[in-house]
């Protein structure tokens, strides 16, 4: 446990390690995982939903009342639902998605998963992913690595690489504005 305290930190984080202890302890991660996702989809996907989390507006009782009939609509159970109501009940409903995104630390942590988010100008062909995921399988000291990639051409070219707490930005719109700006200071 010593070495899961370094990953993720504050009232998330505990609540986040107090879950997956309680998860590896039932053999239910991937079940847990599935969930919290299912969950944080939801959030994403409705404004209502986004505020309802955030609102200390409703009460311990009502939040806990609410959460419960979301749940059940979305077929969210288990270890999962007990842990989103029980948050619910303690007032600790608005730090859900930190909770969440810190359960997944600590699970990709456990299977030797890193996750990178890569950021092209335009989509790349198979074999170009599969280059990069070698090398990035390097940088992660050989953990497996899943990358997410997001095509956005407003970096013009190069790409922009985030794994874990590293990033790299060889874009082309960074460069550039790297070039306007040493520019500026000259003239």
Partial sequence: MAKQETLVSGMA???????FA?????GATD?????LAQFLGLIESSAN???FVKSPVFTAAEQVRALGAILDKAEIGGAAAKFLKLIASKRRLFAVEDMIRDFNI????AKGLARASVTVAEPLKDEHVEALKAALLEVAGGKSVEIDVKVDPAIIGGLIVQLGSRMIDSSLKTKLNSIRTRMKEVG
């Fill in 106 to 109: 600590l699970n990709d942590h």
């Fill in 13 to 19: 984080g505990r609540y986040a390690e107090a879950l």
């Fill in 31 to 35: 079940q847990v995982a599935a969930d």
């Fill in 22 to 26: 309680l998860a590896q302890e039932t």
């Fill in 49 to 51: 939903l986004a505020r």
